[in-house]
T-cell receptor
Framework: AQTVTQSQPEMSVQEAETVTLSCTYD???????LFWYKQPPSRQMILVIR??????QNATENRFSVNFQKAAKSFSLKISDSQLGDAAMYFC?????????????FGKGTRLSVIA | DTGVSQDPRHKITKRGQNVTFRCDPI?????LYWYRQTLGQGPEFLTY????????KSRLLSDRFSAERPKGSFSTLEIQRTEQGDSAMYLC?????????????FGEGSWLTVV
């Protein structure tokens, strides 16, 4: 079974600084997706960034980028120029190809605090 | 695109009562998912539909839980004879099947408190 591990229950960062959230996963599949979702307090979960396993290039979305190490099964999220609005729970998630029946598998999350 | 809508947003019920949650997915999405999330944990998969067919159920979905999507549009999740351990947020999500890149969009969740 696929598992996703987030080893940092809580992280904090100064406003305008950079923070990296860690995620490792376990799978025997060769083709899959990895995601980072953000869940602000009492608000819906939104997709931050997505990485396809067959793409070697790390995904980037504005201030958010990932470091995808397929051999190490590692998928970390880097947030640059942190803003107060980045404070939230961040969940790393995994799924196989869309045609498969495997749903999203989530880690337990990392709570990010941003200090003004 | 009005997003995934869930109702009610909050429900407090007495142990032993039945509760039902409704989810309206994004209109052109044919896949619909239910997840459960407890405090301090990530969402856990419960079940999913493609159109009206329920294709997979997690072992977390006990006999007291039933989900339906009768016309392939909205879905309901019913919990019978609620227990305190059912207290959680129930998340609905939807996506388009058949595309390689099909982002899953989540609703705001329905909070259940069983007292």
């Amino acid at each position: 079974a696929q598992t996703v591990t987030q080893s940092q229950p809580e992280m904090s960062v100064q406003e305008a600084e950079t923070v990296t959230l860690s995620c490792t996963y376990d799978t025997s599949e060769s083709d899959y997706y990895l995601f980072w979702y953000k869940q602000p307090p009492s608000r819906q979960m939104i997709l931050v960034i997505r990485q396809e396993a067959y793409k070697q290039q790390n995904a980037t979305e504005n201030r958010f980028s990932v470091n995808f190490q397929k051999a190490a099964k590692s998928f970390s999220l880097k947030i640059s120029d942190s803003q107060l609005g980045d404070a939230a729970m961040y969940f790393c998630a995994y799924r196989t190809l869309p045609s498969g029946n495997t749903p999203l598998v989530f880690g337990k999350g990392t709570r990010l605090s941003v200090i003004a | 695109d009005t997003g995934v809508s869930q109702d009610p947003r909050h429900k407090i019920t007495k142990r032993g009562q039945n509760v039902t949650f409704r989810c309206d997915p994004i209109s052109e999405h044919n896949r619909l998912y239910w997840y459960r999330q407890t405090l301090g944990q990530g969402p856990e998969f419960l079940t999913y539909f493609q159109n009206e067919a329920q294709l997979e159920k997690s072992r977390l979905l006990s006999d007291r839980f039933s989900a339906e999507r009768p016309k392939g549009s909205f879905s309901t999740l019913e919990i019978q004879r609620t227990e305190q351990g059912d207290s959680a947020m129930y998340l609905c999500a939807s996506s388009r099947a058949g595309e390689r890149e099909n982002t899953i969009y989540f609703g705001e969740g329905s909070w259940l408190t069983v007292v």
